[in-house]
Every structure is written in C-alpha cells, then in structure tokens.
C-alpha cells in the first residue's frame, strides 16, 4: 500500500504525517495522534460523536480521510481551551448538560462552530446546528441550555440576547 | 473513482458496498467551486458544498429553492463537506437538489480528455445511481436560469416528506416554479423526487397551468396530473401507494404556496 506524508496543523501544532490512503481522519486522530477525546459512535456520519473543526468548520471525521486534511487546521476538544476549560466546556459542565458523556465532544465543538459564526443564535438555531449530534441519553433541554448559557457568557456584559425567549 | 465531499463514498468504503483502487480528490482542482452569476442567471461549481449554497445571498435572494432544499440535507457537518456535484452524481432518486435545480432548467457542465459537452439536468439522469456521466468525465459546473428570465415575476417552493426535519432522506420531494405575467401563468416547471428512478419533470403538469391563472381548482388538477405520472415503489421508507397520495398532496401544497405569494403580490 502506498503511504501518504501529509502536513497537516493539528491544535495549533503543525504535523508532519504518515497516512494510509484508505485511513480516516477520525482514525489518525485517534490511533495515529493519541487524540482520543474524540468519539466513534456510528462511523458513517450519522451521530456527530466524532464531529471536529476542518478549518474551522464542523464535519464528520469519520467522513474525512486522512489525507483530506493535507494542509488544512484540525481542531478537536484537546484543542478547545489551553490551561483552563472553553467557555462552552464549562457552560456543558454548569448546566448539567452530561450524561454518559459519549455525544459531548462532538456536541461542544459543534457548538463552538456556532457561536463563532454566530454569537447570538436563537434556541431554533442552536437545534437546526445541533441537528446532526445525537444524544442517545436525550439530555438535548440541558445541552440546549448550555450552548445558549454558553452563548451569553461569551458575549459578556451588554451583549444581551437581541431577542427574549 | 473521483471523490467530491465524500459523505457517500467514504462511508460505502468503510463499509465495503464499494470497492475504488485510486480516488481523485476533486476539491484540489481550483476554479471547481464557488457561485456566480446574476438575477436570472448563475452558476456553481461542483465542488461548491451544500451550506455554500444554504448561506448564500445569491442563492437565496434569486434561487430560494435550492437554499431551502439544502437545509434538509444531513446534518451541519455533512453540508460542509456534501458538494453539489456529488450530490448530482450520486443521483440518488431522492435528492435534494435534484428538483430545484430542474425546475431551474438547470444544465450540467462534463468535461474530460474529449473535451467539454453541457446537457440539460433532465438527460443527466439515467438510473438510480446512474448518470450520463462518463467514466473519463467529471462534472465541473451547474448553470440556473429563472424561466421567463428577470423580467417575469417569479414564485416558487419546495415541499419534502420525510420522517424527521433534519438527517432523513425525503420520502417523497416536489419543487414547483412559476412565471407569471399579473396573475396569468407564462412559465411552469415541476418536478418530482423519490417517487421514480431518477427525479424528473412532469411537461403533463406544467402544460395545464401555461397561459392560465392559477387558482384552487386548477391546482387540484396539476396535482393529479403529477400523482399520475408518478412511478414510485414501496421501500424501507414508504409504500408505493402512500408516496403516490403523498404527490399529490405535496404539489397541491407546493402550488398552494405559489398561490398565496402571488396573490399577496397584486
């Protein structure tokens, strides 16, 4: 099989990477990169778990090869933070928005899409976003709840939600 | 085998429905994506991915219907790597671009060692899973136009049955679009998906509205007309006989809406 080296900037960190052509990014992730905060649920697509920032955008890694991300910026939940939790990690942590855990990092980076592009969504909005993130636990009041939390602590004092629920 | 946003491609891989020795990474050819055009007229690359064409302001303003219909494809993360093209050569009876871009009067750019050919959507088709393509072709653009062009006013809409608002592939799909001149009707297009091989158009439909006004009773017979014409089999998501009803109703629905535009216009 023919190897592929790749460069690719995962978390901030350029990389230099050795891929098999039929490899996922999902699987470079984590078995190539050690990166396993995120999750396979379903592998084709359909349940968000493995949802990560291909530069800066959310989508399926389990949909993505490996050598798709060649020259491209990978963000997953390691990434999110530094020293301290991400604003939305923290809002999930606040507004009991965990249960098994299994959907959250899928959920939270998709989240974090969101606000980026749009700081001040409406609940409708956060659920068209979240729409393709399952929680089988069906925690979506707690986790809607906390993207919306999320987005007002991230805007600060006088970004008030431009419209009341 | 050339790979586009690979939502399909690289889930069949995994698990085995297809076999590909080589794929071709399409989005590293430039001038393969993005949307230009104007009011009446314009065209996407293939490689443009379904939430460029859900956000953008073009599309939007002049091409509601693709927007609209490609909101109800997968999720955010999907949308983000489908393309248009992919989703055309897929050719998935089901769709969603597929009949809002027929009723655009969409053509197909092909290019490959023999040159360049531009078809008509409507030939594209040729099966479930099946395309004119050849295997040495790659699709590179999808040109629109507004039937009756910028001058004729204009409505439209899209209506798709399925079983949840996002992530679900339609059971059944309708797009209708109409130009009008006051309140009489000078161009019609209407297409169905999912219920057929391929999505098509019904000329039977868009013959009865031409040159008429529409009005309740009218859109009662259009409606029936398409049910007619409709060829639909029973699957793991609906019967046969239920998406025939379902046809009807979605184009009643869907000329209903046109209706209550225009006559919110006069």
Same mark, same amino acid.
């Given at each position: 099989v023919n190897e592929l080296a790749i460069r690719a900037t995962v978390n901030g960190q350029a990389h230099k990477i050795i891929v098999l052509p039929g490899m996922t990014l999902l699987e470079l992730l984590r078995d190539?990169?050690?990166?396993?905060g995120t999750k396979e649920g379903?592998?084709?697509?359909?349940?968000?778990?493995c949802t990560i920032l291909l530069d800066g955008r959310p989508v399926n890694s389990c949909l993505?090869?490996?050598?798709?991300?060649?020259?491209r910026s990978v963000t997953t939940?390691?990434?999110?933070?530094?020293d301290s939790l991400h604003p939305v990690q923290k809002a999930f942590v606040r507004n009991a928005a965990?249960?098994?855990?299994?959907c959250s990092p899928g959920m939270i980076m998709t989240a974090v899409a969101l606000l980026a592009e749009n700081p001040d969504p409406t609940e409708s909005e956060v659920k068209t976003a979240i729409a393709g993130n399952l929680c089988r636990c069906s925690g979506y009041t707690k986790i809607i709840e906390a993207v919306l939390d999320a987005a007002c602590e991230m805007r600060g004092p006088g970004g008030r939600a431009s419209h009341e629920e | 085998v050339p790979l586009a946003g690979g939502t399909d491609i690289i889930r069949s891989l995994s698990n085995g429905r297809a076999v590909a020795r080589v794929l071709i990474?399409?989005?590293? %050819?430039?001038?393969?994506s993005g949307i230009e055009g104007t009011y009446s007229r314009f065209s996407i690359g293939a490689m443009t991915t379904i939430h460029e064409i859900c956000t953008s302001p073009l599309v939007k303003k002049a091409f509601p219907l693709l927007s609209e219909a490609g909101?109800?494809?997968?999720?955010w993360q999907v949308r983000n790597r489908a393309t248009t093209g992919g989703n055309l050569c897929n050719?998935?009876?089901?769709?969603?671009l597929a009949c809002p871009l027929l009723v655009y009067d969409a053509e197909v750019t092909l290019e490959g060692p023999a040159g360049l050919r531009v078809m008509p959507l409507t030939g594209f088709f040729t099966g479930p899973g099946q395309t004119?393509?050849?295997?040495?072709? %790659?699709?590179t653009s999808i040109t629109c136009r507004r039937p009756g062009g910028a001058e004729a006013g204009h409505a439209g809409a899209y209506e798709r049955l399925g079983?949840?608002?996002?992530m679900d592939i339609s059971i059944v799909n309708v797009a209708v679009n109409l130009g009008f001149e006051g309140v009489s009707c000078i161009g019609a297009r209407v297409a169905l998906g999912a219920v057929g091989p391929v999505p098509f158009r019904v000329p039977e439909a868009e013959a009865l509205l031409l040159g008429h006004n529409l009005d309740p009773r009218l859109i009662r017979q259009v409606s029936l007309v398409a049910q007619k014409a409709a060829r639909p089999i029973t699957d793991i998501r609906a019967s046969a006989a239920y998406r025939s009803d379902m046809v009807r109703a979605l184009v009643d629905r869907a000329l209903s809406r046109v209706l209550k535009k225009v006559s919110r216009c006069e």
């Open positions: 190539g990169l050690n990166l396993t379903c592998g084709a697509g359909d349940c968000g778990a993505v090869l490996a050598a798709e991300a060649d020259g939940i390691e990434g999110l933070g530094g965990v249960q098994c855990g299994f | 990474d399409l989005k590293r %050819i430039p001038g393969l909101m109800w494809l997968g999720s050719a998935s009876p089901a769709a969603e004119a393509r050849r295997h040495s072709e %790659i699709l079983p949840r608002s996002a």
